[in-house]
């Protein structure tokens, strides 16, 4: 049995960008199926296991995590054998430039640009757009590109995980396979109360699984696991650092899509202090998360979140300390224990 790291090793090397999930949801279908007591795919591509409790109360517990990630859509080849492409997601496209992309048919390419020599300095002064990128797939031509590639094909950036320095991760994905990991590790220990594992689809392109998912299993409590902006850089301003690695799991109060519940908030919050798990806050009100559409669901759903601080979040090199992500299961893991236990 892997453990939780390798776990998330595993989960960040497969290719699920949003709408295109289908080798993430396999991996942890295969996973989940020993422990669940019933897997459910829907119509969207959410899987959905239920792990029975020593309780049934009237409404199950929720906990929540997406397995989609940023990436790029093939939209039109060149008569050169180019590719121009759209990115699946909210992708800053200076992250791309000169990154290699790995099609979900296998196909590799590289995000290239014009070459400065060739740009004005008005072009020079200014961010690059997508429209200004293509993809390099090695092609001669036209048919030589299009005999590997089809508009409409997926694809995502093509990065290696390594652990590195002082109990740092670097991988794509951790926004959110970080959180498939935390249930599908919590999946394997019988919770005090029935409760529903949801792995959704296409949260990075506007939250569309998880309302779905939350609508059939009408939940009496959900926790969102996440990962979240972290800022913490040099030269930046501690208020605008929105949280910082190694300070703990974030409890968000409240960002862009939603306010959580507070009575849950300060229940995580005294949980992690209780149990001696390190913990922090948002500087700032930014990002938004599967809560924002569960938690205002039927009659509403209150609604948690944690996350872990993850900095160059939506690029090939994100980065996350080990000690905060195992702060993320510990909370998650006091959650489940003291909701499911309530009567």
């Excluded at 290239?112 to 001669?140: C, F, Q, S, W």
């Excluded at 409409?152 to 109990?167: A, I, K, V």
């Excluded at 926004?175 to 990075?204: M, N, S």
Aim: proline share 4%; aromatic share 6%; hydrophobic share 40%.
């Amino acid at each position: 049995m892997e453990g939780f790291l390798e776990l998330l090793e595993q989960l960040c090397a497969l290719d699920g960008p949003s709408g295109c999930e289908d080798a993430v949801r396999d991996f942890i279908r295969e996973q989940a199926a020993p422990y669940a007591d019933e897997l459910v795919e829907d119509s969207m591509g959410n899987l959905m296991a239920l792990r029975r409790g020593r309780k049934q109360p009237e409404k199950p517990l929720m906990l929540c995590a997406h397995m989609d990630e940023v990436g790029v859509i093939a939209k039109r080849i060149t008569d050169e054998g180019m590719v121009k492409f759209g990115f699946v997601g909210g992708v800053d496209p200076r992250v791309a430039i000169g990154r290699r992309v790995r099609f979900t048919n296998g196909v590799r390419g590289i995000v290239g640009i014009k070459a400065v020599h060739l740009t004005t300095a008005a072009e020079r002064r200014n961010m690059p757009k997508t429209k200004d990128l293509y993809l390099d797939i090695g092609a001669d031509n036209r048919a030589q590109s299009e005999a590997r590639l089809s508009p409409g094909d997926y694809g995502t950036f093509d990065s290696e995980s390594r652990r590195f320095g002082d109990g740092l991760l670097k991988a794509k994905a951790i926004d959110d396979r970080l959180g498939c990991a935390v249930l599908l590790t919590l999946l394997r220990e019988q919770p005090a109360a029935d409760t529903w594992f949801c792995f959704t689809v296409q949260e990075e392109v506007g939250l569309r699984g998880s309302a779905t998912a939350a609508f059939r299993i009408d939940p009496g409590f959900c926790l969102v696991v996440e990962g979240t902006t972290a800022a913490d850089l040099a030269e930046v301003p501690e208020e605008k650092q929105v949280c910082r690695l190694r300070g703990g799991a974030v409890l968000p109060f409240m960002d862009r899509g939603t306010i959580y519940d507070r009575e849950l908030f300060e229940l995580l919050r005294n949980a992690a202090e209780e149990r001696g798990i390190r913990w922090q806050t948002k500087h700032m009100v930014a990002g938004g998360t599967d809560a924002g559409r569960i938690h205002k669901l039927r009659t509403g759903v209150r609604t948690a979140g944690v996350a872990a601080p993850v900095r160059y979040i939506h690029s090939p090199v994100s980065v996350a300390a080990v000690e905060d992500m195992e702060g993320v299961l510990a909370i998650s893991r006091a959650f489940v224990e003291i909701m499911g236990g309530q009567e």
